[in-house]
């Protein structure tokens, strides 16, 4: 709980900084977190550096001042690193990622799911149904694809904290229920 809201700070502190700065500024905040996550996601020894009180604040600028470098992140970016390296809030950087992301979203319209199918869907298939959800929705969807041969037929909607359930394996488990039940 303690790091969601940790996480959740840090991002509100640099959102409303990209904000000030106007909507591009923003976007390549979003973007060059977005990279650093990605670099931590790879090498969790570093997470692991950050996260220990053994290295110090210096040890640590210097472990993520190579990862900017790597990557050449923008200024703003940089000083909110050496900031978290100070505060000793590094080891927060992929939540503070993923809560800045979801602000980024809700601040450009743009709604995140998924679509789960029991078969491979055609990608002319897969542009048709974002494309009707976009409108149903009157807002921009990005959508990933998932394949799981075991709801059998159908498809699993996930957008946002709505699921829509419309795979054969629902259809047959609330079917079984209302035999049991007598119905």
């Not at 488990?173 to 209302?178: F, G, V, Y």
């Given at each position: 709980?303690?790091?969601?809201?940790?996480?959740?700070?840090?991002?509100?502190?640099?959102?409303?900084?990209?904000?000030?700065?106007?909507?591009?500024?923003l976007a390549a905040y979003g973007k060059d977190l977005a990279a650093l996550a990605e670099?931590?996601?790879?090498?969790?020894?570093?997470?692991?550096?950050?996260?220990?009180?053994i290295f110090g604040a210096q040890d640590k600028k210097v472990v993520i001042g190579k990862m900017m470098d790597k990557?050449?992140?923008?200024?703003?970016?940089?000083?909110?690193?050496?900031?978290?390296?100070?505060?000793?809030?590094?080891?927060?950087?992929?939540?503070?990622?993923?809560v800045f992301a979801e602000?980024?979203?809700?601040?450009?319209?743009?709604?995140?799911?998924s679509l789960v199918t029991a078969v491979?869907?055609?990608?002319?298939?897969?542009?048709a149904i974002k494309q009707q959800l976009e409108s149903q929705a009157k807002a921009k969807l990005v959508l990933g694809y998932e394949i799981d041969p075991g709801?059998?037929?159908?498809?699993?909607l996930k957008v946002g904290d709505k699921v829509l359930d419309a795979s054969?394996?629902?259809q047959l488990?609330?079917?079984?229920?209302?035999i049991i039940r007598g119905e």
């Open positions: 709980m303690t790091d969601n809201i940790i996480a959740r700070r840090y991002a509100k502190a640099l959102f409303s900084l990209g904000l000030e700065k106007g909507g591009d500024e670099i931590l996601k790879g090498s969790p020894e570093a997470l692991k550096v950050f996260r220990n009180p990557l050449a992140v923008g200024q703003m970016v940089r000083n909110f690193c050496l900031l978290l390296a100070d505060k000793d809030r590094l080891g927060y950087l992929p939540q503070i990622q993923v602000l980024l979203d809700a601040h450009q319209g743009v709604l995140r799911g491979e869907v055609p990608d002319a298939r897969k542009e709801i059998l037929g159908g498809v699993v054969l394996r629902a488990s609330m079917l079984k229920e209302q």
